[in-house]
Structures are given as C-alpha cells and as structure tokens.
C-alpha cells in the first residue's frame, strides 16, 4: 500500500525567513510524486511533478526536490501569500494518487 | 490551461434527499475523472475513479448505490448523493486528467462542494 507522510504538520514563518517540507514515501512503481498547493474551501492547486530521483523544479520562490523516499518543498523568502496548506502525493502503479495530510503554512509580517 | 470546474459551489440540503454534484473539464477532455472527499484539516480520499462510457471503480468502504457517479461525456462527470443524511455532510472534490498534458498521471482538481444535510 503507497504511503504518505509529511512534516511538520504546521509551520509558521516570518516574512523572508526560507525553509522546507518535507514529505516521505512508499510506493510501489513511482509514477510520478506530486505537490499541490490548497487554500481554505478550495481545491488543490497544481504545483509540480516529479519522476525521478534527482529532479528538480521551480516555480517563484518555490522548489522541489526528489529523493527515492523523500521530496522536499523548498520556500525561499516566503510572502504572506505563501500561506496555505502543501500537499504532496504519488502515484504508484495504480495509477491514483495518495495524499499525505499536508503542512499547513503561515507567513507572517 | 487544465482548468476544472465543479457546480454548485455549496449546498444545503434535507436529510432523505438526493444531491447532484457536475464536475467539468473546461479547456480539456477528460476520459478519467476522479471523485474525492476531504474532510476537515485531514487529507483527500479517493472516492472512486469515474471513465467516460463505462461503469465508475469504487474505493474500497464506498457504497455504489450510496454515490452514483455518471461520466457522460469527455468534459462531465456527476456525482449524486442518494438520501444524503447529516454523515455525509463534507468538502467533495472532483479532479480530472488531461491525457495530452505532459504528465499523464497529474490531476487537475475543482474548487470543490461543500454539501451540508440537516
């Protein structure tokens, strides 16, 4: 069974002040490993795919990072717009995607 | 591109009544469409997979008869909660796949439906 696990469950940071999510995994045929960005009441916004260990990509002051157990949402100096709750997940060989629990972020001034 | 749109936004209902849910690939047609339910600060789960003109996959513990799922066409999928009752009050949240996006397996979600039963 594909497994998500991502830390910390909350983290908040002052304006400028960079860190990074972490999220572990099991999969079984990693199709694809996935991070998505979710406001309150809305539905999860797409951020980035990863296949491989090794892979990175960018966005603004966001950055993603493969490992074959862990990715890494990198935020270099966060914006009070940043805050929000991460998600990430994977796609194994099924197919279909299984979610961590996300870390909710909060950026302030 | 990849936009998802889900109507109503929020609804209201009595217990004992049916709810229809229209999910929407709007600049993409989707032969796979999936429906999720969130509920509060906890992850998604996967409800069932919807395929265009053939018979919805559903998720282990999810009640067919419970959550009729339609995929009619290449940009709608419905989701219908029969005699909803105040359990099945929550966030649900349909997503579709875009089969010429660059990434097969990446999903583009709705905003979401918040149905609240009395």
């Known amino acids: 069974e594909d497994q998500v696990t991502q830390s910390p469950e909350a983290l908040r940071l002052q304006e400028g002040e960079s860190s990074s999510l972490n999220c572990s995994y099991t999969?079984?045929?990693?199709?694809?490993l996935f991070w998505y960005r979710q406001d309150p009441g809305k539905g999860p916004e797409f951020l980035f795919t990863?296949?491989?260990a090794g892979e990175e990509k960018e966005k603004e002051r966001l950055k993603a990072t493969l490992t074959k157990k862990e990715s890494f949402l990198h935020i270099t100096a966060p914006k009070p717009e940043d805050s929000a709750t991460y998600l990430c997940?994977?796609?194994?060989?099924?197919?279909?995607?299984?979610f961590g629990t996300g870390t909710r972020l909060q950026v302030t001034l | 591109g990849a936009v998802v749109s889900q109507h109503p936004s929020r609804v209201i209902c009595k217990s004992g009544t049916s709810v229809k849910i229209e999910c929407r690939s709007l600049?993409?047609?989707?032969?796979?469409m999936f429906w999720y339910r969130q509920f509060p600060k906890k992850s998604l789960m996967l409800m069932a997979t919807?395929?265009?003109?053939?018979?919805?996959?559903?998720e282990q513990g999810v009640e067919k008869d419970k959550f009729l799922i339609n995929h009619a066409s290449l940009t709608l999928s419905t989701l219908t909660v029969t005699s909803a009752h105040p359990e099945d009050s929550s966030f649900y949240i349909c997503?579709?796949?875009?089969?010429?996006?660059?990434?097969?397996?990446?999903?583009?979600f709705g905003p979401g439906t918040r149905l609240t039963v009395l």
């Open positions: 997503s579709a796949r875009d089969p010429w996006a660059g990434s097969p397996d990446t999903q583009y």
């Open positions: 999969v079984s045929g990693l199709r694809g």
């Open positions: 990863l296949y491989s």
């Open positions: 997940a994977v796609s194994g060989t099924a197919s279909k995607l299984t």
């Open positions: 600049d993409f047609q989707a032969t796979t």
């Open positions: 919807s395929n265009e003109g053939s018979k919805a996959t559903y």
